[in-house]
């Protein structure tokens, strides 16, 4: 560990708090880091005490110098989740002085140190924070030398956003404020340089990065006794989870924001992300053109790069509804380029298959891509991620029919691509199914969306067969509605009360979609939803809400 420590290139931050409790980084990427825990306690009283350490790779601890509870090693902390790493000592009353070391590697994370203040057996507990002496809060009241007032700003992350497509990327909001202590002058002008390209002004302005990485971030104040420039290196790195310091964003507010970028200033890279960000954020028209600027600009990209440029062309298109649908369908699947991994054509091809039989409502050509897909199964080495790529191609043929309303040909589809799958038993099936609700209103209550729309992809993947149920349809659209994406809740909405109605969750589905069309112009249709939800005769709070609204 001290060696670790020696070696490691910087600190990513550092603030005082009294607890040795964290699950993740609060100054920079997760993945691969230190946290160093110093400082003086109080023990109320002498005695024994225990301590036990539940950490997710190496702790290690001290106090007055001395070896404390150490958890050396690669493990998990299901090892230690009860206390089972602990130590007893004897202490006196007064001040002490603790420390705290933990190493994490990528995935799961947590750096904890507990108590039990006795020598007795029993259960461990969470150390108060009163046993954690408290600094002597300071304050900057004014930045100046002796030519007066300094222009300082520090950066502060507000939210990120997740790719819901793909598996990587991520877009993260940055607020940026000009000091106020003390303020310049009101007829100061601010003019901000973000690092990527891009440029602000204002005394507060946000920004949304499309890349991870070191940025330069540069404000110019131009006031009337002169220019000043201040700069500050902020790290944009990989926000893992989403807790109460970093929240998750939405894409449409994100494309908003980015939808005006210098295009001409970008890197392929971010020209690349904000092609997708566009296309989430309900911008088809906007990607499409970022295509093309992308396809312009960089020429010599390599042909994997620009069939992934072209798919995403096309698949604008064909959501928008322009042009010709084979002509766009001929597009799509021409930049299926011969370096495309089988499993990426296979994950394309369904994804067409959706858009073309479930948004566009062409069935037929549906089935024609369809049987491209088996083309290119049979054709493909068949492992494991091959099958499973399949089976998702499967699934999606069973949503265009389930669509249709041909609740037959669907369920066999699903039932296809089930056995596709490993075998699950009923009693396992059952406790799955009855899980995934609880664990998407876990998600929605600390506002993370975008887990929980994986999860609903998950439920969809896993058991396609429940799927004419409406059950997963509904939660999808409950999701996308917080999500902020009404245009897509609802079709999904609307299907899952299609599908089942008198389900337990039909008054909240019809009012959840009354309020996706009313959040998308379509008053009259809102209305007329309100209304069929008073006429289900269930009296509970969607319905009451329903009666309050039909009365403006």
């Not at 601890?61 to 690669?74: I, R």
């Not at 904000?274 to 911008?283: C, I, K, S």
């Not at 091809?349 to 073309?356: D, E, G, K, T």
């Not at 991620?385 to 699934?395: K, L, P, S």
Request: charged fraction near 25%; charge should be neutral.
């Amino acid at each position: 560990m001290a060696k670790l420590i020696a070696d490691s290139k910087g600190k990513d931050g550092a603030r005082y708090q009294r607890r040795i409790a964290d699950g993740y980084n609060p100054f920079g990427s997760s993945e691969y880091y230190i946290s160093i825990y110093r400082g003086w306690v109080r023990v109320p009283k002498a005695g024994p005490y225990q301590f036990c350490t539940v950490s997710n790779k190496a702790s290690f601890s001290f106090l007055d110098g001395k070896p404390l509870v150490h958890w050396p090693g690669q493990h998990t902390v299901e090892r230690g989740a009860r206390g089972e790493v602990n130590t007893k000592v004897d202490l006196t009353a007064g001040l002490h002085y603790l420390e705290y070391y933990h190493e994490t590697t990528p995935l799961e994370h947590m750096a904890y140190l507990g108590w039990r203040p006795s020598g007795d057996a029993g259960q461990f507990s969470p150390i108060p924070e009163s046993f954690y002496t408290a600094p002597h809060i300071a304050v900057v009241t004014a930045y100046e030398d002796a030519k007066g007032p300094l222009l300082t700003f520090e950066p502060v992350i507000v939210d990120s956003v997740w790719p819901v497509e793909r598996n990587e990327g991520q877009y993260t909001r940055v607020r940026f404020t000009a000091g106020k202590t003390p303020p310049l002058p009101e007829v100061t002008k601010y003019q901000w340089d973000f690092g990527d390209g891009q440029t602000a002004t204002g005394p507060e302005v946000e920004h949304v990065y499309l890349t991870l990485g070191l940025q330069t971030v540069t404000l110019t104040a131009q006031e009337p006794a002169g220019t000043q420039t201040v700069r500050w290196p902020l790290s944009v790195f990989e926000i893992e989870h989403v807790v109460d310091q970093f929240k998750e964003g939405r894409p449409k507010d994100y494309a908003k924001l980015a939808k005006g970028y210098d295009r001409n200033k970008l890197s392929a890279d971010g020209l690349q992300e904000l092609q997708h960000l566009l296309a989430e954020g309900d911008e088809p028209a906007e990607a499409v053109e970022v295509g093309k600027t992308l396809l312009q600009r960089f020429p010599n990209a390599e042909h994997l790069a620009q069939g992934r440029v072209r798919r995403l062309m096309a698949d604008c298109a064909v959501r928008m509804g322009q042009g010709n649908l084979d002509e766009a369908i001929a597009n799509y699947e021409a930049a299926l380029v011969k370096e495309t991994p089988a499993v990426e054509k296979l994950d394309v091809l369904a994804h067409l298959i959706r858009l073309v039989g479930v948004q566009r409502e062409q069935p037929e050509k549906a089935a024609s891509i369809f049987a491209k897909a088996d083309e290119t199964a049979k054709s493909a080495k068949v492992d494991d991620e091959v099958q499973a790529a399949y089976r998702r191609v499967v699934i999606a043929m069973g949503d265009v029919r389930l669509w249709q309303g041909k609740l037959d040909d669907a369920r066999s589809l699903y039932t296809r691509a089930e056995k596709l799958g490993a075998f699950i038993p009923s009693q396992v099936r059952a406790a799955r199914l009855g899980a995934y609700p609880d664990s998407l209103q876990e998600y929605l209550e600390t506002g993370n969306t975008g887990a929980a729309l994986d999860l609903v992809d998950k439920w969809d993947e896993k058991f396609p067969t429940d799927k004419p149920n409406g059950h997963s349809f509904f939660w999808r659209g409950k999701v996308l509605m917080r999500r902020g994406q009404p245009a897509d809740a609802v079709r999904y909405l609307d299907r899952s009360i299609r599908l089942t109605t008198g389900a337990s969750f039909e008054t909240e589905a019809r009012w959840l979609l009354a309020e996706a069309l009313d959040q998308t112009d379509r008053k009259d249709e809102a209305k007329r939803e309100l209304a069929k939800l008073v006429a289900v005769g269930v009296n509970d709070e969607f319905t009451k809400k329903a009666i309050e609204k039909l009365k403006k």
